[in-house]
């Protein structure tokens, strides 16, 4: 069975945090031997945590966990009871920046989704995705 753990960082509305986001997300899955993981999930996390500092006003958060399936499930929680904007294609949006994030998510992840949720004493929500770790 594998082992299973579960991370939360909390940050402030900064797009800062981000890399602080990405660069702890390598270093928990390195010390966690799933090193092949990293490119994608810092990928998926850079996505999601970015929209949440970006499209909200208020404090978020980074949750990476592995269930004793062997999922690796990253979420990023946001203030905004809101859901997100639907994906976008991204043979649409093409080489611009903003409105590829879960369109990202989508073509690397098998499973994603959002959820409400009343976290750190606020509403707000998570979106959240899952890797399989072989």
Not at 10 to 36: E, K, S, Y
Not at 52 to 71: I, Q
């Amino acid at each position: 069975m594998p082992e299973t753990w579960d991370y939360t960082l909390q940050i402030p509305n900064d797009l800062r945090a981000v890399t602080i986001c990405r660069r702890t997300l390598r270093l928990i899955l390195t010390m966690h031997g799933l090193i092949g993981l990293v490119d994608t999930a810092e990928l998926l996390a850079t996505e999601l945590v970015s929209n949440a500092v970006r499209h909200t006003k208020g404090p978020a958060a980074l949750r990476v966990r592995r269930s004793a399936e062997g999922v690796v499930w990253i979420g990023a929680w946001d203030a905004d009871p809101e859901p997100p904007q639907p994906p976008q294609p991204l043979e649409r949006v093409g080489e611009r920046e903003d409105g590829r994030g879960l369109g990202l998510v989508v073509a690397c992840t098998k499973y994603w989704g959002w959820m409400p949720s009343a976290r750190f004493g606020e509403r707000g929500k998570y979106v959240w995705c899952e890797l399989a770790a072989a």
